[in-house]
Structure formats: structure tokens, C-alpha cells
């Protein structure tokens, strides 16, 4: 199985950040052979965030080989036949290097009523337009009747740049994550998860996607883990104290890579003997620490844990130069 490690922006510090710095920032991933770099979503936010599509747009313009996605998605808030367009166009022009994990958003999001969606809604809301944005992707014509949504004898164009259309995973550590995955995804990634639970969180799936004949390729289950380096773990929790999301149950120790190279790789270890294989990195801490801790994860961490890309591979990433620069 194929092990990979991305890094998230989803929490840097965009407040005052240049243009400027954020194409450096994705030159800096690129050279350090960083595999992918992932977004999230909030509508209604305190702090200043980027709308995800135009992000991803904005960054697939100034990648070479790097894919890229959605860490994850609130996909209740989105209107599926247009977000379908949306992202199939976004992939057609990056040639496939599109990833999309979606989710149901925090249970103290603002972003539902800021659209008009009911809470107690979501879920179904997201199981329909999984169904359905399958669909327009991957058939001629499409016809779908649901609680929420509806279409009659649709064409979407473009269709993805894959025949079997966007890789589209489920994000969550919930039971109902755990199902929907399972019976409606290609993928399941969780976050702020301890390894045991992100096991347990695997097995569930596994089970449910059983149930509904749904192929899920063994390494095709991840996490998104907030890191940060320091000398050791007690200095590493203290100084990233400030930018870890707090759990009531469970200490940062487990569910954050945090420490020296050796304790992070460590910790990357025991997610990867329960299953995982694919990682979104958060930086947690200081903004200028960024740059440091960016090279310790190049340095110290993806040489030891990555599995080295094959000669398709690289051919694949650096071989085309596919950006989409042209277009912007």
C-alpha cells in the first residue's frame, strides 16, 4: 500500500497573507516533494477563510505535479448539480489531480443557517447529492428524484477527467461517517482522531462497505493530524497549545503528531499498523515558524514514512508540466 503525506492550509494564516507568500508556500511543498495540499471550508467564519473552489482554482493554477482537495467539503451548504460542474471543471483542467472528501460540517457551524439548511437535514442531504453528483459525472443522461434534489434527462459536460469520475471520500469520525463511507464513498479520511479510534473507525467501514457491494481500495483510508515540532513533546504541546482544536476525552498527546522527528514518525507509524496510509499534515503554531517546520516534514519525516513514487509516477508528476496557467 501506497503511503502518502499531504499538508493542509486549511489553518494558516491568511489574515495579511500576500498572494505572493501563498505561491511560495506551495513552491516550498512542491520541492520537497510534499504529495498533496488540502483545503477546508467554512462559510461563516471568525478568522478570514477562503472560499475552497476558488482556493483550489487559484493553487492548481500555480502547481506543476502536486494534487490537491478538499479536507473536507460541507457538502449539505452546496447545490450538487452545480457543485458537480463546478469541480469536474476544476478537474478536467488539472488532468485528474483533483481529491474531494466531504463532510457534514461541525455540529456549531454557522454556515447551515447562513444557507438555508436545515441542521437535522444534512445528512440526508449529503447522502443525495453523493448519489447524485455520481452520477452526472459518470452517465450520459441522468434523471434523479430525491427529498431535496431533482433532475430530469441531465447531461453534465465536462465530465471528470477520469471515466469513473472525482475520487470522492467521506470525511468524519462519527458512526453515520463510518456508514456513509462505507456504502457511498471511495474513501474515508477522519480527523483530531487517536490511532485505536481511527482502527476502530477502518474496521467500520470496511464492514459497512461490505454490506453494500462497494469497493473501497485498501489504501484509501487517512487522517488529518495537527504537528509540530519541537525538541521533545512537552515543549512541542506547549508551544502549539494555542492552535490545537481541543477534545474534552482524549488528550492532544494522542490524536496530534507532536514532539522530535522520532516521536512524530512514531506516532505516523501507529496509524499506519491500524490501516491508514494517507495523511493531511496541520501545521499548528506561530506563522513563522511555518518555514521551519515545513522542512523538518520534508527532511525528517517523507523520506522515512512515503512510499518513493514509481517511474510512471514521476514521469506522471513532472513529466507534462500540467498546470493550468494558461488558462488564468
Known sequence: MKVRIGISVGDLPFDGMSSDALVKFIDDCERRHIDSIWVSDHIISPTVTFEPIVLMAYIASHLRHMKFGTSALVLPTRQPVLLAKQLATLDVLCEGRLLLVVGLGGDDSRDFHATGVRKEERGRRAD???????????????????????????????????ANGIPLWVGGRSQGAWRR?????????????????????????????????????????????????????????K????????????????????????????????????????????????????PRQLEILA????????TPFSEAERRERLGSNRGIKHFT
Not at 454490506?211 to 495537527?226: Q, R, S, T
Not at 527532511?299 to 512515503?306: F, G, K, R, S, T
Request: net charge neutral; with cysteine.
Open 299 to 306: 527532511e525528517e519525516i517523507i523520506p522515512a514514512l512515503q
Open 128 to 162: 443525495e447529492a453523493i448519489v447524485l453528483m455520481k452520477k452526472l459525472w459518470t452517465e450520459k443522461t441522468v434523471s434523479f428524484e430525491g427529498q431535496f434534489y431533482s433532475v430530469k434527462d441531465v447531461t453534465l459536460l465536462p465530465r471528470p477527467y477520469h
Open 239 to 290: 508551544i502549539a497549545a494555542p492552535w490545537l482544536r481541543r477534545r474534552q476525552d482524549i488528550t492532544p498527546a494522542e490524536y496530534a503528531a507532536l514532539g522530535s522527528p522520532k516521536e512524530v514518525r512514531e506516532k505516523l507509524r501507529e496509524y499506519i499498523e491500524v490501516g491508514a496510509t494517507k495523511f493531511v499534515m496541520r501545521p499548528c503554531g506561530p506563522a513563522e515558524s511555518l
Open 181 to 237: 463511507a462505507g456504502r457511498l464513498a471511495d474513501g474515508w479520511l477522519t480527523s483530531n482522531s487517536s490511532p485505536a479510534e481511527v482502527g476502530r473507525g477502518i474496521e467500520a467501514v470496511r464492514a459497512h462497505a461490505v454490506k453494500a457491494n462497494n469497493a473501497i481500495p485498501e489504501d484509501h483510508y487517512g487522517v488529518l493530524i495537527p504537528f509540530f515540532f519541537a525538541p521533545d513533546r512537552a515543549q512541542a504541546v
